[in-house]
T-cell receptor, first 118, second 109 residues
Framework: NAGVMQNPRHLVRRRGQEARLRCSPM?????VYWYRQLPEEGLKFMVY????????ESGMPKERFSAEFPKEGPSILRIQQVVRGDSAAYFC????????????????FGPGTRLTVL | GNSVTQMEGPVTLSEEAFLTINCTYT??????LFWYVQYPGEGLQLLLK?????DKGSNKGFEATYRKETTSFHLEKGSVQVSDSAVYFC????????FGPGTRLSVLP
């Protein structure tokens, strides 16, 4: 059973371009989470999605960032008009069940996409 | 809001030395607590967890005890190996995960 897959592993963009990060959850997992890790910092929660629904986007910047998890295909984190401050590692995690007020369900992390904005 | 503070690194130890990485938290309610490990170029892997006060999580020789009275979850290992070199993250889960900044451990042969 393959783990969580993310691609690309490394992405270089110039300021003003768009970045698209992909995450394929583990087989059988329908819940996806995106996190951002700035240099020398811990991971910060961005967004939690279920198939075709955004459940919690409280950690997502209000502008330029969007996420989707379509019925078919990977989850996509999209950053429009990137700026240097967007340079970070972006991690995706998946779980088989919902997380939230009902309690913790283990999240399995992908290897991350390292975004560098020139 | 919830937060996690952990010992600043880097921590450098010789093989077979005793390891402690301190972690304290601030949270409303009774969160679950975790230690994750990140090896170079990889994602986070769950190392151990504890879901209620006085629980002890353990795995691969690592241990941590959920101390509600001191709001702490310190990571310990009696004898580290070179292969333990990685970044260690303390985290809590209430409504979402909140991670500490990570502590880089280097173990020298």
């Amino acid at each position: 059973n393959a783990g969580v897959m993310q691609n690309p592993r490394h992405l270089v963009r110039r300021r003003g371009q768009e970045a698209r990060l992909r995450c394929s959850p583990m087989k059988g997992h329908s819940h996806v989470y995106w996190y951002r890790q700035l240099p020398e910092e811990g991971l910060k929660f961005m967004v939690y999605l279920q198939k075709e629904n955004i459940i919690d986007e409280s950690g997502m910047p209000k502008e330029r960032f969007s996420a989707e998890f379509p019925k078919e295909g990977p989850s996509i984190l999209r950053i429009q008009q990137v700026v240097r401050g967007d340079s970070a590692a972006y991690f995706c995690a998946s779980s088989p069940f919902a997380s939230g007020s009902g309690g913790y369900n283990e999240q399995f992390f992908g290897p991350g996409t390292r975004l560098t904005v020139l | 809001g919830n937060s996690v503070t952990q010992m600043e690194g880097p921590v450098t130890l010789s093989e077979e030395a005793f390891l402690t990485i301190n972690c304290t938290y601030t949270a409303t309610g009774y969160p679950s607590l975790f230690w994750y490990v990140q090896y170079p170029g990889e994602g986070l892997q769950l190392l151990l967890k504890a879901t209620k006060a006085d629980d002890k999580g353990s795995n691969k020789g690592f241990e941590a005890t959920y101390r509600k009275e001191t709001t702490s979850f310190h990571l310990e290992k009696g004898s580290v190996q070179v292969s333990d070199s990685a970044v260690y993250f303390c985290a809590l889960y209430g409504q979402n995960f909140v991670f500490g900044p990570g502590t880089r451990l280097s173990v020298l042969p």
